[in-house]
């Protein structure tokens, strides 16, 4: 039976967190990650934009994400960024190539969250089973849907940002009119709430359904309150490290790729140290995460000498390592 969270169980939750996430290879999965994400952003992106812009205008829509991408990265990376978006939307051709462009264009998204989906399922010791090839092609099917799923549920994101973004704007000439010295620090504030609320419920969705395993909502929304205060704290020091150390500097034409590359390998170290304490926090204190029907817990252990398969097969002692000459 789990035990009830309390404050002073924190240290030990965090040191537990801390030792899984280096046993896990997390820097390397981050590296991937962060290769992977390069390639798939300025479509994701793209299907971002159009899918929200359906709704409302696509340029306020695009205005906004790039007013975002400024925030986060250097200038020139989000210019190389929007170059990219603007490249993809003008290849635009009919027929069996406007086809080919668009199932290409969904799969380079999506290849980002199926990465992303993999690396938490090896965090969370968990593994696929596939029965043949039917069951890889059923396997590639259901990740690609529910990549594609949880894009849209980005644009859903960013359209409610933008429609109480919007809301803010129209009141602020009034709240200045009536209230000078509040009305900057207060929409500021609300501005803060927004986007951290809007951050916390995009990793819960994350914890919660992209990874094989059943998770309750109770323990997705601790990892994801945790995991999104550390994104926005990152944010700001990582938005500090660029702009003075400017780690592109030394690379010359390529820089602006390489910001880009820091900002996400960072960040993808915080969604792994949330998703990793999430898994904690639910083992120790919460429901256990619990492997789908299509899904297995796998673990890693240290064979004794002398009992691998091989070993026995050979007959051979084990190597001690020692040489003498």
């Known amino acids: 039976m ?35 994400a390069v390639l798939s952003l300025p479509p994701l992106l793209l299907i971002v934009i159009t899918a929200a812009g359906a709704l409302f205008d696509q340029e306020a829509i695009q205005g906004q994400v790039y007013a975002q991408l400024n925030g986060l990265v250097s200038p020139d990376a989000a210019k190389t960024i929007q170059d990219s978006i603007n490249s993809f939307n003008q290849q635009r051709q009919g027929g069996m190539s406007a086809a080919l462009g668009i199932g290409t264009l969904i799969f380079t998204a999506t290849t980002f969250f199926v990465t992303l989906q993999e690396s938490l399922n090896s965090i969370w010791n968990l593994r696929v089973k596939t029965d043949g090839n039917a069951g890889v ?7 690609r849907v529910l990549s594609f799923g949880l894009i849209l549920s980005i644009a859903l994101l960013l359209l409610i940002s933008f429609v109480i973004s919007a809301t803010l704007s129209f009141f602020t000439g009034y709240l200045q009119r009536i209230m000078p010295d509040v009305a900057v620090v207060l929409i500021r504030l609300v501005d803060f709430v927004l986007s951290f609320s809007i951050t916390t419920v995009l ?10 395993a059943v998770i309750r909502w109770r323990d997705v929304w601790v990892g994801a309150l945790f995991t999104a205060g550390l994104f926005v704290l990152g944010k700001y020091l990582l938005t500090f490290y660029i702009s003075t150390a400017n780690p592109g500097s ?21 969604i792994f140290f949330g998703a990793e304490l999430t898994q904690q926090y639910a083992d120790c204190y919460g429901a256990h995460v619990v492997p789908k029907a299509h899904a297995v817990r796998i673990e890693v252990r240290e064979v004794p000498p002398g009992e691998s398969l091989e070993e026995q097969k050979t007959g051979r002692p084990h190597a001690e390592g020692r040489w003498r000459g």
Not at 254 to 266: D, R
């Open 137 to 143: 092609v059923k396997q590639f099917v259901r990740d």
């Open 203 to 212: 990793f819960a969705l994350i914890y919660r359904f992209l990874p094989d």
């Open 2 to 36: 789990a035990s009830h969270f309390r404050f002073s169980s924190l240290p030990s939750l965090l040191s537990t967190t801390v030792g899984q996430f280096n046993e896990n290879n997390s820097l390397r999965l981050a590296a991937a990650l962060s290769y992977n």
């Open 250 to 270: 030394a690379f010359g034409a390529a820089g602006s790729i390489i910001v880009l590359l820091v900002w996400i390998y960072y960040s993808s170290l915080i």
